[in-house]
């Protein structure tokens, strides 16, 4: 079977940082992603780690161990435009075709 | 970026109708495109992956006859949701990559989604 797993909510102020891990386990795996969402949207991509170690994208980062199947995408200077939904989602298989599995998504809220 | 459209944005129907759904690359081809399925505070859920040209692949219990799928050229692929009932009832997606989007061509380009209330 395929799974991954991430908290379910995180609440945090704003210019807080918050870190969103996810654990996977996959029948294949080429890279982790990150997708937000904000209520009645479409997710939109966030970041993107095929290899091990941290991908840095302005105020967002995301790091990948593969030998842990954990990743996590963590969130510095919080707006409150920053609450939303966040899926990890993992890649199945290289190119294409290749399907993307989404975790269950954690919801973060920032409060003032 | 690459641009995914999807229309309708909602549609309201009776139980027993067929509702279409269309999902178009505006700005690039997308020979496969893929179609979720989300519960409301839920995860995404991958339905189908629509090929072009070609009869589409769909998951383990999607019931291809319910959901089906037409992938009729590089830019338009269509979900008809048949004889819907009340548990069809969910928000769908589909979704495409861009492979002229490089280096990265993992990244997924969304629709905007359509709400689908049966009655």
């Known amino acids: 079977g395929q799974s991954l797993e991430q908290p379910s909510e995180v609440t945090a102020v704003e210019g807080a940082i918050v870190q969103i891990n996810c654990t996977y386990q996959?029948?294949?795996?080429?890279?982790l992603s990150w997708y937000q969402q904000h209520d009645g949207g479409a997710p939109t991509f966030l970041s993107y780690?095929?290899?091990?170690g941290l991908e840095e994208t302005g105020r967002f980062s995301s790091f990948l161990s593969r030998s842990d199947s954990y990743g996590y995408l963590l969130l510095q200077e919080l707006q409150m435009k920053d609450s939303a939904s966040y899926f990890c989602?993992?890649?199945?298989?290289?190119?294409?075709?290749?399907?993307?599995?989404f975790g269950q998504g954690t919801t973060l809220q920032v409060k003032p | 970026g690459a641009v995914v459209s999807q229309h309708p944005s909602w549609v309201i129907c009776k139980s027993g109708t067929s509702v279409k759904i269309e999902c178009r690359s505006l700005d690039f081809q997308a020979t496969t495109m893929f179609w979720y399925r989300q519960f409301p505070k839920q995860s995404l859920m991958l339905m189908a992956t629509?090929?072009?040209?070609?009869?589409?692949?769909?998951e383990q219990g999607v019931e291809k006859d319910k959901f089906l799928i037409n992938h009729a050229s590089l830019t338009l692929s269509t979900l008809t949701v048949t004889s819907a009932h009340p548990e069809d009832s969910s928000f769908y997606i589909c979704?495409?990559?861009?492979?002229?989007?490089?280096?990265?061509?993992?990244?997924?380009?969304f629709g905007s989604g359509t709400q689908l209330s049966v009655l």
């Open positions: 996959t029948s294949g795996f080429y890279g």
């Open positions: 780690n095929a290899l091990d």
């Open positions: 989602a993992v890649s199945d298989s290289p190119g294409n075709t290749g399907k993307l599995i």
């Open positions: 979704s495409a990559r861009d492979l002229g989007d490089l280096p990265l061509n993992e990244k997924l380009f």
């Open positions: 629509s090929n072009e040209g070609s009869k589409a692949t769909y």
